[in-house]
């Protein structure tokens, strides 16, 4: 049973415009999300994070939101650039308790397509 | 400069055929972890490192051993391996443990393997 979900396999968006990529979790122990950017042939490297005591983490052009009644967060871009074109994983994590391997789990990703 | 070196980048070879996949990290990082990367599944965690000697499943160690006897190196095992070990595969480390909500977790370059 997937934990983090994107739904959105890929998305095209115009360069200049907003892109906002999505996704659900299922496990209410999550307190810390994450999202990851990668570029082919390197490995993810991290872009912004949002804890679950705020709604909303911003960063420059990059802003995440959160939304823990419905277990959905989202980032936004805007505008859009080139260089942002990859894929972007979604990753959460919490405080589990009972054992068991303390790490993060991750979205299938969302290949993102900045068009000129 | 701060890095997760991981190696080889890419390995061919056969089913059955032991091999080892270095990870290095210099920045005296106490969790280290493995992960892959498949087609439509996103990054599912192999094994997990809190500190030396002490090493933890995650979501999919089946056919994968892991050793740590050094705070820098994590090497993934695998003694046997199998057609459907083939994929992508990310080493990464971080200071503290990603549920604690305050810190990231820095990827290698990533280990691509094909198993024949």
């Known amino acids: 049973d997937q934990q983090v979900k994107q739904n959105s396999p890929s998305l095209s968006v115009q360069e200049g415009r907003i892109s906002i990529l999505n996704c659900d979790y299922t496990?209410?122990?999550?307190?810390?999300f994450l999202w990851y950017k990668k570029y082919p042939a390197e490995g993810p490297t991290f872009l912004i994070s949002?804890?679950?005591?705020?709604d909303k983490n911003e960063d420059g052009r990059f802003t995440v939101f959160l939304n823990k009644s419905a277990k959905h967060l989202s980032l936004h871009i805007v505008p859009s650039q080139p260089g942002d074109s990859a894929v972007y994983f979604c990753?959460?994590?919490?405080?589990?308790?009972?054992?068991?391997?303390?790490?993060?789990?991750f979205g299938k990703g969302t290949h993102l397509i900045i068009q000129p | 400069e701060a890095q997760v070196t991981q190696n080889p980048r890419y390995l061919i070879t056969v089913t059955g055929k032991k091999l080892t996949v270095t990870c290095s990290q210099n920045m005296n990082h106490e969790y280290m972890s493995w992960y892959r990367q498949d087609p439509g599944l996103g990054l599912r965690q192999i094994y997990y490192s809190m500190n030396v000697e002490v090493t933890d499943k995650g979501d999919v160690p089946e056919g994968y051993k892991v050793s740590r006897k050094e705070k820098r190196n994590f090497p993934l095992i695998l003694e046997s391996p199998s057609p459907n070990q083939t994929s992508l595969y990310f080493c990464a480390s971080s200071l503290l443990p990603s549920g604690s909500g305050t810190d990231t977790q820095y990827f290698g370059p990533g280990t691509r393997l094909t198993v024949l």
């Open positions: 949002i804890s679950s005591i705020k």
């Open positions: 990753a959460a994590s919490g405080v589990y308790s009972g054992g068991g391997a303390d790490g993060l789990t």
């Open positions: 496990n209410s122990m999550f307190d810390y």
